[in-house]
């Protein structure tokens, strides 16, 4: 059955009557009056919902029955988890949709409050650095994008790009007890291996930052990658050894997220780059290779300078402040996406 | 500045306007700037890193040349809000944004700002003509260094 691009929008509310009503056997007619849809887009919904792995169970003639709590990300099922002010307050939820950042930027741009999630099951286009994509396979990841209305001028918010990799750092442990090394300035690496990244993009005018959409995509609970990525890539449930609540795992990401938020609006942002040097082991001392292709070089890292930019001391002497670009181990010539 | 050297200039660029049968040419050397259009209008303008600080040669220099008594035309500057790279295009070996001669609109994106994955995308401040872009993809740029300057629509 040829899917959407993206979900209807009446799939989250469907969803969420099932998981309102977890034991009672739910008529179609019902359902479609509730949601003001017709009986054949509810037909056509529970097989899309079937197809997120929810289990409904089919009754002749009575209707159809939640058998199981799912881990969907749904508004509903992630309240009861949230512990953060106002992250995550207000949700956009996708079970399908191009890329949450779009999605995002676009209702950011329309005037979306800040702290506003977008988050989907599965992203058909996930977004990363300067035109690479992010695996977002079905419910298997978190796929999030969250808009930020930060006071102050553009150049500030580099010190929240920091804190959005700790952040997610944290999480990390919190709710899957895995310990993760940052590589500058925010990918989640796990035993090498990428399994977060982080894109933030700006609007602003020269001295007043109209919104920031902050994208985070995490594998979750992937068990295993297309051959093309399994060397770069893993899991936090491959480095936990068991399955994972995605929605614990988003509630405390939220979470983290917005303590590092206060933090850097605190003014934090010194404190920030310390924790940072603290937790990676690309800060200090490690060889790497910046860039790709006709420009690339390769050093030893030397910590960061006052604005959070990667100093590398180049083989010639020279040291370079690593404004953006891919920062990998010396020696490899990957370039999984940033 | 020389004002018989602004003369043989103009001079020059107009033969090649002519010769070559081109709308527009505009030069720079030092801190200067000329633009020959057809139609006979003539434009010297300081360098925007120069315009806080006025310099008397463009002043002196227009009756020099006739055809510029009009005052040079206030072309609208997109600066730079941080220090990063510029990138002109969505994605490498995509499409610029914005070509020079384009028309743009209040908000359009002109290029991307990358500093630190953090991407600063730069919107059009002002409606009208590209006229000049002077970042080049992938290199670095200054906090307030001039991107793009924009002849706003009347």
């Known amino acids: 059955m040829p899917e959407p691009p993206e979900s209807p929008r009446y799939l989250t509310k469907l969803a969420e009557l099932f998981v309102a009503h977890p034991t ?5 007619t019902r359902m479609a009056q ?10 056509r919904g529970i097989e899309l919902l079937r197809q997120y792995g929810m289990r409904l169970r089919g009754h002749r003639a009575t209707g159809y029955q939640l058998e199981a709590m799912p881990d969907l990300l749904l508004p509903a099922l992630l309240a009861p988890y949230r512990k953060s002010g106002v992250f ?25 409050t800040h702290g506003t999630l977008f988050v989907a099951e599965e992203q058909t286009a996930g977004r990363g650095r300067q035109g690479h994509s ?5 419910g298997q990841g978190i796929y999030l994008s969250l808009i930020l209305r930060p006071p102050g001028p553009p150049a500030g918010a580099l010190a929240l790009n920091l804190a959005a990799g700790i952040a997610v750092a944290d999480a990390a442990r919190a709710a899957a007890g895995v310990d993760a090394d940052l590589r500058w300035p925010n990918d989640l690496l796990v ?7 982080v894109l933030l993009e700006m609007s602003a005018e020269a001295t007043r930052i109209q919104h920031l959409v902050l994208g985070i995509g995490v594998n979750v609970n992937q068990s295993e990658f297309p051959p093309e990525l399994a060397p770069l890539a893993t899991s936090l449930r491959l ?15 939220l979470f983290q997220l917005e303590a590092r938020y206060q933090a850097f609006l605190a003014g934090g942002a010194a404190e920030l780059q310390a924790e940072f040097a603290r937790r990676s082991s690309y800060a200090e001392g490690r060889r790497v290779r910046v860039g ?43 370039g999984d996406g940033g | 500045m020389d004002i018989d050297k602004i003369k043989s200039l103009v001079a020059g660029l107009a033969d090649l306007l002519e010769g070559r049968r081109l709308e527009e040419i505009e030069v720079q050397e030092g801190e200067l700037r000329l633009r ?51 990138y002109g295009a969505p994605s490498p070996g995509a499409a610029d944004f914005v070509k020079v001669g384009d028309q743009v609109e209040v908000g359009q994106v002109l290029c991307i700002i990358e500093a630190m994955k953090l991407m600063n995308e730069i919107e059009a401040e002002v409606a009208g003509e590209v006229v000049r872009k002077m970042a080049t993809n992938g290199q670095p740029v200054e906090f307030g260094e001039p991107l793009f300057e924009i002849r706003p629509r009347k």
Not at chain 2, 57 to 85: D, Y
């Open chain 1, 34 to 43: 509730e949601l003001a849809i017709s009986r054949s887009s509810v037909w």
């Open chain 1, 191 to 197: 035993h090498g291996r990428k399994a977060g990244g």
């Open chain 1, 88 to 112: 995550g307050r207000r949700v956009h939820h996708f079970f399908r949709v191009d890329s949450t950042q779009r999605a995002a930027l676009a209702a950011a741009a329309a005037g979306e």
């Open chain 2, 36 to 86: 020959l259009r057809r139609g006979g209008s003539v434009s010297i303008a300081p360098l925007p890193a120069a315009a806080s600080n006025p310099a008397p040669a463009p002043a002196g220099a227009t009756p020099a040349v006739p055809a510029a008594s009009e005052p040079a035309e206030s072309l609208f500057v997109i600066k730079s809000p941080i220090v990063g790279t510029f």
């Open chain 1, 239 to 253: 480095a936990a050894g068991r399955p994972l609540s995605r929605l614990e795992v988003l509630a405390e990401i």
């Open chain 1, 24 to 28: 009672v056997v739910l008529s179609g």
């Open chain 1, 134 to 138: 992010w695996a977002s396979p079905a």
């Open chain 1, 292 to 334: 790709a292709g006709e420009g690339a070089y390769e050093g030893v890292t030397a910590g960061l300078d006052a604005q959070g930019f990667l100093q590398v001391r180049r083989d010639d002497g020279a040291l370079v402040t690593v404004i953006s670009g891919e920062v990998r181990p010396a020696g490899r010539g990957d």
